[in-house]
């Protein structure tokens, strides 16, 4: 498995103000994981990358090999990456209080979050992965999510 980090200088402050009043921020990246989860299933469903461009469509070599039991959708030739739900199939966890991980159970999804000599990239958690830069609208939903903890929303 590859871990890709992203820089959360931007949220800080709010992690900072956060962790001064709870003391424990297992709550708060639990949102924050739900949140981001669900960014990258709806990107499943409107085929875009984080930045929201489309991804690439398949090439005629990688048609011409689809085994006819697949399903028939970019990303989802045997369905393995998706069928399971929740944790199973995407890690939320938290490791002393600090640190979110996102991202799949397995090392294939790799494949297409950076692409290949022979793949087009097609972005599920990063908008830029060689940066570990999400994009602007995960941002700002992680932005959201801790302003909503900050204005005692969920106290």
């Given amino acids: 498995m590859i871990d890709v980090t992203t820089d959360t200088s931007a949220f800080a402050d709010s992690l900072q103000q956060l962790q001064k009043r709870m003391g424990n921020l297992r709550p708060v990246f639990s949102d924050l994981g739900a949140v981001l989860e669900n960014k990258i299933r709806d990107r499943r469903e409107t085929l ?47 490791l002393f209080d ?17 692409g290949t000599k022979h793949m087009a990239r097609r972005g599920l958690l990063f908008a830029d992965p060689e940066k570990g830069e999400l994009g602007a609208a995960d941002e700002q939903a992680i932005d959201d999510v801790l302003q909503d903890w900050l204005d005692g929303v969920f106290d």
């Fill in 98 to 114: 600090t640190t979110l991980r996102v991202g799949f159970d397995k090392d294939y999804p790799t494949y297409h979050e950076f």
């Fill in 48 to 94: 875009t990358d984080p930045d929201g461009q489309r991804w690439a469509a398949w090439t005629p070599s990688t048609i011409a090999s689809y085994p006819e039991s697949g399903r028939g959708k970019l990303l989802d030739r045997s369905g393995d990456m998706w069928d399971r739900t929740g944790p199973q199939w995407m890690v939320s966890g938290m």
